[in-house]
């Protein structure tokens, strides 16, 4: 009996953390949401949309790993699926927020990146529906090509900083913190290192408030130059009417 009891302390300590970095990061994921939804500025609306969708995804796939998401609904090879193509879409979503803030003839080539890695996800699909586990196949040619793309994405958002392009300053520390942990866990558990539950993708949300910091810097900056506008038109006013 105290085996057995043994066993089961063991195994809810097991299962209390690999859950724990997705506790610790779903939270932040939703804030994050919460404050792009509020901060909806119009001439940031199409990146914010694309940022929502992202958290969006981050924070389903997160769910979908937890054990106990699984433990309260079942259906354990539902949830594998699904997070298992959340995967996929991870980086196509990230690729599409780089190629929409990069210059014109620098998003030309992430363009061609994210149809890359469309295709791969379009074939894994294909080959899961024949029943050829297409899906965990693909992860591999999936990490691969990040491990390429990825990098080479970095290289054209640094580019992008250099140019004065406020958008790629503001997010170049969240998209490569989220590359580099998405590589990282990929190879991981591709390589088999270890067999300690290591994941470091959930904690890439809390890279985002760098880029929530330059945005509400932004905000206080075109707050106060909308007061200081209308201040100086109220003046104008007044000495029009002196006149």
């Known amino acids: 009996v105290s085996l057995s009891i ?17 506790v610790m990061t779903v939270p932040a994921a939703l804030v994050t949401i919460v404050i792009l ?14 940022l929502i969708a992202l958290h969006s995804i981050l924070t389903i796939w997160m769910l979908c790993e937890m054990n106990l998401t699984e433990l309260f609904i079942g259906h354990g090879f539902v949830l594998w699926t699904l997070s298992t193509i959340l995967l996929y879409l991870i980086p196509i979503c990230a690729l599409a927020v780089i190629e929409t803030i990069l210059e014109p003839e620098l998003s030309r080539d992430i363009r061609y990146l994210r149809w890359a890695f469309l295709g791969i996800f379009a074939v894994a699909v294909g080959m899961e529906f024949l029943g050829q586990h297409g899906l965990q196949r693909g992860k591999v040619l999936l990490d691969i090509l990040l491990s390429i793309g990825g990098l080479w994405s970095i290289i054209w958002m640094g580019a992008s900083v250099k140019r004065g392009n406020i958008y790629s300053k503001a997010l170049i520390v969240p998209m490569t913190t989220l590359f580099l942990f998405y590589l990282f866990d990929g190879w991981y558990y591709l390589l088999r290192f270890s067999d300690y539950p290591l994941i470091l993708t959930p904690f890439s949300v809390y890279a985002f408030v760098f880029f929530l910091f330059i945005l509400l810097r932004q905000q206080i900056f075109w707050s106060h130059k909308l007061e200081s506008e209308a201040v100086g038109l109220e003046f104008e006013a007044a000495q029009a009417v002196e006149r």
């Open 37 to 50: 939804l509020v901060f909806n500025q119009k001439a940031w609306r199409r990146i914010y949309r694309q």
């Open 6 to 22: 043994g066993s089961e302390i063991e195994q809810a300590e097991k299962y209390y953390l690999f859950d724990l970095p997705y």
